[in-house]
């Protein structure tokens, strides 16, 4: 059984103006994703800077609501869950944040963050609570004094593992991190990801990863979900990313990544045109304007997201 599933989840924002500030358009961010995470896995969520992967994650955990859809975490609808009622899941399922600065109170020292969330949810009684901030505090990489210091005397790597350890101090079993090593030096990257990965391990978390890096997306997840315009276009095992991705846009993507081998010269894939605003989507296929092998099919009805193989599915109707 999954751990969590989504179901056909929507998004959407509301624009307001004119004189009574009523309703005058609607961002569509998300546009009917489903998707399902096993328990111990890690599913890769990438595309374009504003396809609604962060807004889909914070929609999974219910920091923001879906404008529709349903919500299943281990077995439970989670979707219209009230406070009282959301509270458990609330420790369950937890989120690391892009920017490790503006997430961390920079009133707060290390120690008050963590212990913040620990004694909200109870985790440890309020006598083992020092001693169980030194373990987490180590557990991810750093120095025992770091407790009492605030987030501004740490650099960029560090504040992202302070970042992690609050979220691991409330014992999740479900983790969403959202681009957590995108505003980071390459180097510490590295870093960060084996950190996230040893303790994936360590304490058989299961991950939603969102990245726009699909160097980053191959290392670290076991599948892969597509998105563009708010719509997930492809499905596959991340084993399949680079030899068998097969929509158009997921071509791009693998087009315009930088190529390892400096002997192995190919033409940069540039993909025509702009994405189109989400204020006014355009009708049948998202990526109709940009594909270059759009069809008159693809301008007026959208293409439905099918298996194209076990684990593989795709949505295009240039795809057989």
């Known amino acids: 059984m999954?751990?969590?599933?989504?179901?056909?989840?929507?998004k959407h924002f509301p624009v307001r103006g004119g004189v009574l500030n009523s309703v005058i358009a609607k961002v569509h961010a998300v546009n009917g994703v489903s998707l399902t995470v096993d328990s111990g896995q890690t599913l890769g969520v990438v595309g374009e800077s504003g396809c609604g992967k962060s807004t889909l994650g914070k929609v999974i955990i219910r920091l923001i609501e879906p404008t529709s859809g349903q919500i299943i975490y281990e077995g439970e609808d989670i979707t219209n869950l009230g406070h009282d009622a959301m509270m458990p899941y609330r420790r369950k399922m937890q989120i690391i944040f892009q920017d490790p600065y503006s997430s961390l109170n920079p009133r707060l020292t290390v120690r008050a963050l963590l212990k913040e969330a620990i004694l909200f949810h109870r985790v440890v009684g309020r006598g083992e609570v020092n001693d169980y901030i030194d373990r987490v505090i180590q557990t991810v990489g750093l120095r025992p004094d770091a407790g009492e210091k605030f987030p501004h005397e740490f650099s960029g790597?560090?504040?992202?593992?302070?970042?992690?350890?609050?979220?691991l101090s409330v014992k999740p079993t479900f983790i969403i991190a959202d681009e957590p090593v995108s505003?980071?030096?390459v180097s510490i990257q590295a870093q960060v990801l084996n950190?996230?990965?040893?303790?994936?391990?360590q304490f058989g978390l299961t991950m939603l990863f969102i990245s726009h890096d699909l160097k980053v997306v191959e290392h670290f997840c076991d599948r892969v979900v597509v998105m563009?315009?708010?719509?997930?276009?492809?499905?596959m095992p991340t084993d399949?990313?680079?030899?068998?991705?097969?929509h158009p846009y997921s071509q791009a993507l693998l087009g315009a990544n930088p190529i390892d081998d400096p002997a192995d010269r190919r033409p940069l894939a540039v993909l025509q045109g702009d994405v189109p605003s989400p204020l006014n989507p355009p009708p049948g296929c998202p990526f109709q304007g940009r594909c270059p092998k759009v069809m008159d099919r693809c301008r007026v009805?959208?293409?439905?997201l099918e298996t194209k193989k076990a684990g593989h599915e795709v949505a295009c109707w240039a795809v057989e």
């Open 195 to 201: 950190l996230m990965k040893d303790l994936k391990e």
């Open 228 to 235: 563009y315009l708010g719509h997930a276009v492809e499905k």
């Open 240 to 246: 399949d990313l680079h030899q068998r991705a097969q």
């Open 183 to 185: 505003a980071l030096d």
């Open 301 to 304: 009805e959208m293409p439905p």
């Open 2 to 10: 999954p751990l969590i599933e989504v179901n056909n989840v929507v």
């Open 157 to 167: 790597g560090q504040r992202q593992r302070i970042g992690i350890a609050r979220a």
